[in-house]
């Protein structure tokens, strides 16, 4: 026997028909695939469509509702006959309620994400959720290897009939948890040596083929099989401190990896750990001075009782939501995944030994690994918690993901390459994105978000403004150095004393004694002043308040411009990139405290502080944090 192509074989004898080697060879997804999508994906894109899809651009545009609806026509003309007698009445109702969806009125379509209370929208997803459930079914999933059959065994047809089929068992194969390439390679071993694909070179059999097509048939409706399910991924970057919240873990692999051996250490998840690396094929640590390890630090995720089929992207998943928070938060590298290893019930499903190579701005950059590690100290325990009480939402996972993709150009790992142009511009229409999708997530209007957020900026800005002024005061460049030494400890403190308005009030004139920016000293003066002063203060926020108003209707203009072609100049699109990251910034940390926190996202966009509530109410900052901090504490002489 001897094989051309996995599903190509020349084995046949002058008796197997010609449809069964049909069959088998239909199986063969690597010479190229049908341009007809199949129904479970365009059905899974419509939901999405449902859930985030938002602005002039989505449902109200006749030209996208006839796109979907030409792409659904092709793919139910492309069923075979026993699916779509099986999922007759769900795509009946889909149909009904899509169509109602296509005309219904523009006030209806304009509806944005997270307010679509018409009873259209609810029943088009009730729809389609139907829809995907039939062909999630095993009988679904019968049908169309029932139709794969019948497609090989009509000599008749002229074209490549099979092929949508095909990729549409494929696709049910993939959603039921399965690994769908590996089925696939099941039942073409089945078919053609009337055996699963880890006994296909042993002698042929006489399995009769109406024997073998129905071992297929059943082999491809078998559910896949839910077990407990381990992932550990080995990471390169600098090692972490041990942190286990949830269902996560981290530990460092210089430590964890020899200790796994009988003999080392006990900690957590030992057993675990040496299934893994007693081979010594995955995550391998240096031992000499001039080795290099494969990976520097672990993190262990337990999926619980799921299947195996996605768990290495679950995983990483999970993981790159406490890297993206905590690195959004407190800036760092991003640490690179180089390997990973799939425990199933203990043993080893599944790894990768191959180690790809390190990634970072900086060669061997200690210092970022260091923040990063620090961030992860700081914000991941609360994230991995939060992430066992239940997944971060859609709408927020979406708005983590486009913000992450914003600040990527800007970060530690990109440090060696200049922002580009578009690098800068695309800071917009991503910044707009994120606000639209946290809006969705708390059920308000886009534009009452916006409204939300802007009404933020004059506070915020003041506050930047003053720690900006305190920032210059502190430059150096004169005497007397233990003064300027004193002022700079407890202002770069890690641990602050007091609250930092205090030390800007009750030492703004040795601040200003300091100032050698000579141009800047009015204003300076006026920002150290605001801190004690409510009038000064009211009359920086009317400055920034009408600033604001500016800003937001250049935003506007700058994300229409950018992303319709319009003309827009690079002087004006730069020139409100802080707002839109401010806005964007803004509504995400809100929206993550308030899942992390477990309160209505709604009510955490709109709440303010109580700072800025008694300012409001005509009280000035430093009276305000005096009140709570009435006894001073004399300022740190070293920094902590």
């Given amino acids: 026997m001897v094989m051309i192509d996995y599903m190509v074989s020349d ?71 026993s699916l779509k007698a099986h999922i007759g009445a769900a795509l009946a109702s889909f149909q009904s ?73 494929f ?11 590996w089925v696939f390679r099941d039942l073409a071993s089945i078919v053609a040596f009337g055996r699963k694909r880890e006994h296909v070179f042993t002698a042929q059999t006489d399995v009769p083929l109406e024997e073998r097509i129905t071992k297929a048939r059943s082999h491809a409706s078998t559910p896949a099989d839910a077990e407990l399910i381990v992932v550990w991924l080995g990471y390169q970057g600098r090692a972490f401190p041990h942190l286990s919240a949830g269902r996560v873990t981290f530990m460092d692999a210089h430590w964890a990896v020899p200790n796994a051996e009988p003999e080392g250490q006990d900690f957590a998840h030992k057993a675990e750990l040496w299934e893994l690396v007693q081979d010594h094929l995955i995550f391998r640590v ?73 990634e970072t701005g900086f060669h061997d950059d200690h210092y970022g690994a260091g923040i990063t590690g620090r961030a992860i100290g700081e914000h991941g325990p609360r994230i991995a918690s939060a992430l066992a009480r239940e997944e971060l939402p859609r709408f927020l996972a979406a708005a983590l993901e486009v913000q992450t993709t914003a600040d990527y150009p800007f970060g530690r790992d990109m ?5 580009s142009q578009a690098d800068i511009s695309s800071v917009i229409p991503l910044a707009d994105r994120v606000v639209q999708h946290v809006a969705a997530h708390a059920a308000l209007d886009p534009d009452d978000l916006f409204g939300l957020l802007g ?32 002022l700079r400890c407890e202002w770069l403190s890690r641990k602050p004393p007091r609250p930092w308005m205090l030390f800007v009030a ?12 000579e141009s800047e000293r009015t204003w300076i003066t006026r920002m150290l002043a605001s801190v004690s002063d409510h009038a000064t203060y009211r009359a920086l926020i009317a400055n920034y308040t009408a600033e604001g108003t500016v800003l937001e209707a250049r935003r506007r203009r700058a994300r229409n411009a950018l992303v319709h072609g319009n003309p827009s100049s690079f002087a004006m699109v730069e020139s409100v990139r802080s707002y839109a990251e401010f806005l964007s910034r803004s509504a995400l940390n809100l929206g993550l405290a308030s899942y992390i926190e477990g309160t ?27 009140a709570r901090y009435p006894t001073p504490t004399a300022p740190t002489t070293r920094p902590s």
């Fill in 455 to 486: 009404g933020r900026w004059p506070h915020a800005r003041w506050l930047s403004d003053v720690r900006r002024a305190v920032g210059m005061c502190l430059l150096g460049g004169g005497d007397p150095a233990n003064l300027l030494h004193q």
């Fill in 11 to 81: 084995h046949w004898s002058a008796d197997d028909p010609d449809w069964q080697k049909s069959l088998v060879s239909s199986l063969d997804r690597h010479h190229g695939v049908s341009t007809v999508l199949p129904l479970s994906v365009l059905v899974e894109e419509v939901l999405e469509w449902l859930e985030f899809a938002s602005g002039v651009d989505a449902w109200k545009k006749a030209a996208n509702r006839t796109s979907l609806r030409l792409d659904f026509e092709e793919s139910i003309g492309a069923l075979g006959s």
């Fill in 415 to 419: 440090a060696m390459r200049e922002p």
């Fill in 506 to 517: 009750d030492r703004s004139g040795e601040l200003l004694s300091l100032l050698r920016v």
């Fill in 97 to 169: 309620a899509f169509a109602q969806l296509s005309s219904s009125p523009k006030a209806v379509l304009a509806q944005p994400p997270g307010i679509r209370t018409d009873p259209i929208w609810t029943g088009v997803t009730a729809a389609a959720k139907r829809l995907l459930a039939a062909l999630d079914a095993d009988e679904a999933v019968r049908a169309s290897w029932d139709d794969l059959v019948a497609t090989a065994q009509d000599r008749a047809l002229e074209g490549r009939e099979y092929r949508p089929i095909a990729e549409l068992l």
């Fill in 171 to 181: 696709d049910q194969l993939r959603r039921r948890g399965l690994n769908a390439e």
């Fill in 286 to 358: 240096a031992k000499l001075a001039d080795e290099e390890s494969d990976v520097d630090f672990l993190v262990r995720v337990d999926l619980g009782i799921t299947t195996a089929a996605g768990a290495l992207d679950r995983a990483v998943r999970m993981v790159d939501t406490i890297l993206n928070v905590s690195i959004h938060n407190s800036g760092g590298i991003r640490p690179h995944l180089a390997q990973h290893g799939l425990l199933r019930s203990g043993r080893t499903g599944s790894f990768n030994f191959l180690a790809s190579p390190r």
């Fill in 600 to 626: 209505v996202p709604a009510d955490a966009l709109m709440q303010r502080t109580d700072e800025f509530t008694a300012m409001q109410a005509g009280q000035d900052a430093a009276g305000y944090w005096q």
